[in-house]
């Protein structure tokens, strides 16, 4: 079963762009890169998933490279409601350690 | 349209007793799915099931036993609790029957063994 790996965190300000970006090595021909977010004391939620190119949605864009070995989370313009651990999965259902995302005022 | 729900909330438990983790799910998906969540080890899938009668091992399966009866339901149980199973332990369902299905995942048991 694949894993990922990610930074384990990141720092920013609101109002900046934040990228975090995920190696998924061994992502097989079929599988889907799939973004979660997580708050303390929740359950992780649903972001983002795409398979190839670029995906976006209100909350986010996804970019994936054409060997989709690796793939870009993209928060526009973040606030510090957007603090929270961020995980990405290559297919399957194996999560990694997540990116904890602090920030700052 | 509740979601997954979760219950209990919160656990303690001493060493060599044994408890059930109940997952509801009302959006009728085929998946469901059992991880645990430990400090700097990001979330480990324990069991999980494609469809009602059917479990299958994660990455961390020993120590649990899982069942699903239902298709609403997924147990998760622990027959002698150990405090290595200390841990906050999430539920988790997703509807289509592939793995590229997003998950829905519900807040959480926080079990602490002693």
């Known amino acids: 079963l694949a894993k990922t790996t990610q930074p384990i965190s990141m720092d920013s300000y609101e109002g900046q762009e934040v990228n975090i970006t995920c190696s998924h090595n061994n992502i097989a021909t079929n599988d889907y890169i799939t973004w979660y977010q997580q708050f303390p004391s929740q359950g992780p939620r649903f972001i983002i998933q795409g398979y190839k190119t670029k995906v976006t949605n209100e909350v986010a864009s996804l970019f994936i490279p054409a060997d989709r070995k690796s793939s870009t989370l993209s928060l526009p313009r973040v606030s510090l409601s957007d603090t929270a651990v961020y995980y990405c999965?290559?297919?399957?259902?194996?999560f990694g350690q997540g990116t904890e995302l602090s920030v700052k005022p | 349209n509740a979601g997954v729900t979760q219950t209990p909330k919160f656990r303690v438990l001493k060493t060599g007793q044994s408890m059930t983790l109940l997952c509801a799910q009302d959006m009728n998906h085929e998946y469901m799915y059992w991880y645990r969540q430990d400090p700097g080890m990001g979330l480990r899938l324990i069991h999980y099931s494609v469809g009602e009668g059917t479990t299958a091992k994660g990455e961390v399966p020993d120590g649990y036993n899982v069942s699903r009866l239902k298709k609403q339901n997924f147990l998760l149980g622990l027959e002698s609790a150990a405090p290595s199973q200390t841990s906050v332990y999430f539920c988790?369902?997703?509807?289509?029957?592939?793995?590229?299905?997003?998950?829905?995942f519900g807040n959480g048991t926080r079990l602490t063994v002693t």
């Open positions: 999965l290559g297919g399957k259902l194996i």
């Open positions: 988790a369902s997703s509807f289509r029957t592939d793995y590229n299905s997003p998950l829905h």
